[in-house]
């Protein structure tokens, strides 16, 4: 079984800059296209960005220019640097991956973290 551990989350000032970890653990073969989610109070969670195995990257708009999201591989680990977070509101974070748990099994299990608080305060 594979759970996915977000932490990093915390208090912010508007315009502050946070970086948020995820780590993959259990039993599985690899986790392909880890990326990040949030989920504002009474909203729709939403995707944020996303880093493919090659390396690749994908931001939602309102973010290109101010988050940078980094994976490594070999780790299992996914990184979000948040940075000039003024028009972000709080929110709660999701890591999310799709999981091939055997070599040769076809498929990817789309697994979600319980998500790290990010809240904004002045």
């Known amino acids: 079984q594979v759970q996915l551990v977000e932490s990093g989350g915390g208090t912010v000032q508007p315009g502050g800059s946070l970086r948020l970890s995820c780590v993959a653990s259990?039993?599985?073969?690899?986790?392909?296209?880890m990326g990040w989610y949030r989920q504002a109070p009474g909203k729709s969670r939403e995707w944020v960005a996303r880093?493919?195995?090659?390396?690749?990257?994908n931001y939602e708009d309102s973010v290109k220019g101010r988050f940078t999201i980094s994976g490594d591989n070999a780790k299992n680990t996914m990184q979000l640097q948040m940075n000039n977070r003024n028009p972000d509101g709080t929110a709660v974070y999701y890591c999310?991956?799709?999981?091939?748990?055997?070599?040769?099994?076809?498929?990817?299990?789309?697994?979600w973290g319980r998500g790290t608080q990010v809240t904004v305060s002045s």
């Open positions: 880093v493919h195995s090659d390396g690749s990257t």
């Open positions: 259990g039993t599985f073969f690899r986790i392909y296209n």
């Open positions: 999310n991956g799709g999981v091939v748990e055997q070599e040769g099994v076809p498929g990817q299990i789309s697994t």
